[in-house]
């Protein structure tokens, strides 16, 4: 930043300081004085943001700071729906700065006045006006002008009774809001150009229709037409063509009037499948970064969990590719031993050879993934985090993958389910004395609750880390037994899992329950399958086996013919990750707009997490039916 940019981000400063207060709702930042003895990590936890965020707000103090150093950092008490939502930010660079409608701008190398007034959209005497020095002065590289703030006529024009301002939430994408408001991506892209090409911020103003669909049922929703839509702009919202519209809804043939009631696809259920198609003369390059561990004197498979989960991938890896080759795909592999390690992991991505590379699968662990995905934050290669389910949208890295669903996409997963199944049973959360059980009830309980606003949930609490067997019996006493009760676990702590099954599990016959969990971990494998069955046990899943599927059956075979021992989920997991990615990187890296895809036992449905990243939302819904399990969400063809 040159010395004329730091002289008016000082006075830019200076005048935020002076009115702080006054406009404390109106700035989305404010100024901080560091104090004596603080650190950069002192300061960004007091005010409970990340380092990183810190120092990507303030890029001129790189790694410290110093006694009565001015800080930008986030306001607490910002309200982002009071700030200039049509504004077009579209040609503004992190070095501008705007404060108060305007835009300061430092000029660079090449930079012309004919080519400000295009970028900014301003008229020359506009720019002039702002800047009387340039009359005298011309234009030079360093200079700070200012510039007025235009606003987008496109968000003007769409800005209208139809449509209402929208806070973009932690942890939303484009499509958790295209599907809230029962629109295609692409029409909420044209609402807001600017995500379409930087994606979605946290706090960020975006323009939504104002909510009009109602749920019919699993398929199909009602939505009431709005002043001055066409069959154009019905198109286009929600992405089919007239005939569609008008095959469900035949009394569009006499026109598109305001208030018309039209039947339309549940934007839930509607969903592109990918094709397995490998166009001609594709070829793909491709790295593994897996912790083999090959630096080790002695190789413990029999004993390391780790290297047993790790060679079972890769050979699993192996066969996708070759089956792919004897389709006619070209495909290079080469593969690096991270040996489990940060230091080996950031060395490899550091080397300009993974440039080369359309994708890297790997390393397996998040604290790796980090330092991968920030090496190669700009480069070619889609990195992918094939095992980890921890959250990974603090990431930010457009390329990153994760290609197993996390524990809250398994929440939100079962969540949307339930909705789906209700039918007025009676409701009741198991609640643990865990933090883990206080976090996932607090998660689930507004969307239990309105279930059935009118009618109580009912709280079951254990109590010094149990609950007695004769607290179930008088709660059962309690329990209607002309209803279906549905109960939804809260935790997966052994002893907590094994009161709640060894007392639900022996209920009299005459009473109707079914069981929800959140997940289904090792914690269970103590938990007797014919109580599980008793219950009708539900719980998420990243991947479910049908050993007499013809698919399996022949994977199995060929595993069993080069690798002398049958193949292990995680055998399953690699073929099925090196199968779908490569087919879909014969089509490009967009995963999201290609459709879902149902591979040996995993599903691959992407969408966008809040970072930008990329997330497989394939999840399972599995259910006890008898000593059987099933799939109860089934794979639409």
Request: charged share 30%; with cysteine; glycine share 4%.
């Given at each position: 930043?040159?010395?004329?940019?730091?002289?008016?981000?000082?006075?830019?400063?200076?005048?935020?300081?002076?009115?702080?207060?006054?406009?404390?709702?109106?700035?989305?930042?404010?100024?901080?004085?560091?104090?004596?003895?603080?650190?950069?990590?002192?300061?960004?936890?007091?005010?409970?943001?990340?380092?990183?965020?810190?120092?990507?707000?303030?890029?001129?103090?790189?790694?410290?700071?110093?006694?009565?150093?001015?800080?930008?950092?986030?306001?607490?008490?910002?309200?982002?729906?009071?700030?200039?939502?049509?504004?077009?930010?579209?040609?503004?660079?992190?070095?501008?700065?705007?404060?108060?409608?305007?835009?300061?701008?430092?000029?660079?190398?090449?930079?012309?006045?004919?080519?400000?007034?295009?970028?900014?959209?301003?008229?020359?005497?506009?720019?002039?006006?702002?800047?009387?020095?340039?009359?005298?002065?011309?234009?030079?590289?360093?200079?700070?002008?200012?510039?007025?703030?235009?606003?987008?006529?496109?968000?003007?024009?769409?800005?209208?009774?139809?449509?209402?301002?929208?806070?973009?939430?932690?942890?939303?994408?484009?499509?958790?809001?295209?599907?809230?408001?029962?629109?295609?991506?692409?029409?909420?892209?044209?609402?807001?150009?600017?995500?379409?090409?930087?994606?979605?911020?946290?706090?960020?103003?975006?323009?939504?229709?104002?909510?009009?669909?109602?749920?019919?049922?699993?398929?199909?929703?009602?939505?009431?037409?709005?002043?001055?839509?066409?069959?154009?702009?019905?198109?286009?919202?929600?992405?089919?063509?007239?005939?569609?519209?008008?095959?469900?809804?035949?009394?569009?043939?006499?026109?598109?009037?305001?208030?018309?009631?039209?039947?339309?696809?549940?934007?839930?259920?509607?969903?592109?499948?990918?094709?397995?198609?490998?166009?001609?003369?594709?070829?793909?390059?491709?790295?593994?970064?897996?912790?083999?561990?090959?630096?080790?004197?002695?190789?413990?498979?029999?004993?390391?969990?780790?290297?047993?989960?790790?060679?079972?991938?890769?050979?699993?890896?192996?066969?996708?590719?070759?089956?792919?080759?004897?389709?006619?795909?070209?495909?290079?592999?080469?593969?690096?031993?991270?040996?489990?390690?940060?230091?080996?992991?950031?060395?490899?991505?550091?080397?300009?050879?993974?440039?080369?590379?359309?994708?890297?699968?790997?390393?397996?662990?998040?604290?790796?993934?980090?330092?991968?995905?920030?090496?190669?934050?700009?480069?070619?290669?889609?990195?992918?985090?094939?095992?980890?389910?921890?959250?990974?949208?603090?990431?930010?890295?457009?390329n990153l993958v994760q290609e197993r669903a996390s524990l809250e996409q398994h929440t939100n997963e079962m969540i949307e389910f339930v909705k789906a199944k209700y039918e007025q049973q009676d409701l009741i959360v198991i609640k643990n004395e865990s933090e883990r059980s206080e976090l996932q009830f607090n998660r689930i309980i507004k969307d239990i609750?309105?279930?059935?606003?009118?009618?109580?949930?009912?709280?079951?609490?254990?109590?010094?880390?149990?609950?007695?067997?004769?607290?179930?019996?008088?709660?059962?006493?309690?329990?209607?037994?002309?209803?279906?009760?549905?109960?939804?676990?809260?935790?997966?702590?052994?002893?907590?899992?094994?009161?709640?099954?060894?007392?639900?599990?022996?209920?009299?016959?005459?009473?109707?329950?079914?069981?929800?969990?959140?997940?289904?971990?090792?914690?269970?494998?103590?938990?007797?399958?014919?109580?599980?069955?008793?219950?009708?046990?539900?719980?998420?899943?990243?991947?479910?086996?049908?050993?007499?599927?013809?698919?399996?059956?022949?994977?199995?075979?060929?595993?069993?013919?080069?690798?002398?021992?049958?193949?292990?989920?995680?055998?399953?997991?690699?073929?099925?990750?090196?199968?779908?990615?490569?087919?879909?990187?014969?089509?490009?890296?967009?995963?999201?707009?290609?459709?879902?895809?149902?591979?040996?036992?995993?599903?691959?449905?992407?969408?966008?997490?809040?970072?930008?990243?990329?997330?497989?939302?394939?999840?399972?819904?599995?259910?006890?039916?008898?000593?059987?399990?099933?799939?109860?969400?089934?794979?639409?063809?």
């Amino acid at each position: 930043m040159s010395n004329a940019m730091k002289k008016i981000k000082l006075l830019i400063i200076l005048f935020l300081i002076g009115y702080a207060t006054m406009l404390a709702q109106d700035k989305k930042f404010m100024t901080y004085r560091v104090k004596s003895g603080e650190t950069i990590q002192s300061i960004s936890k007091s005010l409970a943001i990340t380092p990183y965020d810190l120092l990507k707000l303030n890029p001129d103090i790189k790694d410290k700071v110093s006694a009565d150093d001015i800080l930008i950092i986030p306001n607490k008490a910002y309200d982002p729906l009071l700030d200039i939502s049509n504004a077009d930010l579209s040609n503004i660079n992190q070095r501008d700065i705007i404060v108060d409608k305007f835009i300061y701008h430092e000029i660079v190398a090449k930079e012309t006045v004919f080519s400000i007034l295009k970028n900014f959209n301003i008229s020359e005497e506009e720019l002039k006006q702002n800047n009387p020095f340039l009359a005298r002065e011309g234009l030079k590289i360093g200079q700070v002008i200012k510039i007025p703030l235009t606003v987008d006529e496109t968000l003007m024009a769409v800005n209208d009774e139809n449509t209402q301002p929208y806070l973009v939430k932690a942890k939303e994408t484009k499509y958790s809001i295209a599907n809230k408001f029962g629109i295609s991506i692409s029409y909420l892209e044209d609402l807001n150009p600017k995500i379409a090409e930087n994606g979605l911020q946290i706090d960020d103003v975006i323009v939504v229709p104002k909510e009009s669909l109602e749920a019919v049922n699993d398929d199909f929703v009602i939505y009431q037409v709005q002043k001055l839509e066409t069959m154009y702009s019905l198109t286009k919202k929600f992405d089919m063509t007239p005939r569609e519209l008008e095959t469900l809804n035949p009394e569009l043939r006499e026109g598109v009037k305001e208030g018309m009631l039209l039947r339309l696809p549940n934007p839930a259920k509607k969903k592109e499948v990918f094709k397995d198609l490998i166009p001609e003369d594709s070829q793909l390059k491709i790295a593994m970064m897996l912790p083999f561990k090959s630096r080790r004197d002695s190789l413990d498979f029999q004993n390391d969990r780790l290297l047993q989960i790790t060679t079972d991938f890769y050979f699993g890896s192996l066969i996708a590719i070759d089956s792919l080759k004897k389709q006619g795909l070209s495909v290079r592999m080469k593969v690096y031993d991270t040996e489990n390690n940060q230091q080996v992991s950031n060395k490899i991505s550091n080397d300009p050879e993974l440039q080369e590379f359309d994708a890297v699968v790997g390393p397996m662990f998040l604290k790796n993934v980090k330092d991968v995905s920030n090496n190669l934050k700009y480069g070619k290669p889609l990195i992918l985090s094939p095992i980890s389910t921890k959250d990974h949208s603090a990431i930010d890295n457009k390329n990153l993958v994760q290609e197993r669903a996390s524990l809250e996409q398994h929440t939100n997963e079962m969540i949307e389910f339930v909705k789906a199944k209700y039918e007025q049973q009676d409701l009741i959360v198991i609640k643990n004395e865990s933090e883990r059980s206080e976090l996932q009830f607090n998660r689930i309980i507004k969307d239990i609750k309105a279930l059935n606003p009118d009618k109580e949930v009912k709280i079951l609490q254990t109590k010094d880390g149990y609950i007695k067997p004769e607290e179930f019996k008088v709660f059962r006493d309690t329990l209607d037994r002309n209803i279906v009760n549905w109960f939804f676990l809260t935790d997966n702590d052994p002893a907590y899992l094994g009161d709640v099954f060894n007392n639900l599990g022996v209920f009299p016959e005459a009473d109707s329950l079914m069981v929800f969990g959140f997940e289904k971990d090792r914690n269970f494998n103590n938990i007797d399958n014919n109580f599980l069955a008793r219950v009708h046990f539900h719980y998420p899943s990243n991947t479910f086996i049908n050993d007499r599927q013809a698919a399996y059956q022949k994977f199995e075979a060929t595993y069993k013919r080069k690798y002398f021992t049958l193949p292990s989920v995680y055998a399953i997991e690699g073929f099925d990750m090196m199968y779908d990615l490569l087919l879909r990187l014969c089509h490009g890296t967009d995963f999201v707009s290609q459709g879902v895809s149902q591979r040996i036992g995993t599903r691959y449905d992407y969408i966008e997490n809040t970072s930008g990243s990329l997330i497989n939302k394939g999840i399972y819904i599995v259910k006890y039916d008898g000593l059987e399990e099933k799939v109860v969400n089934t794979f639409e063809e």
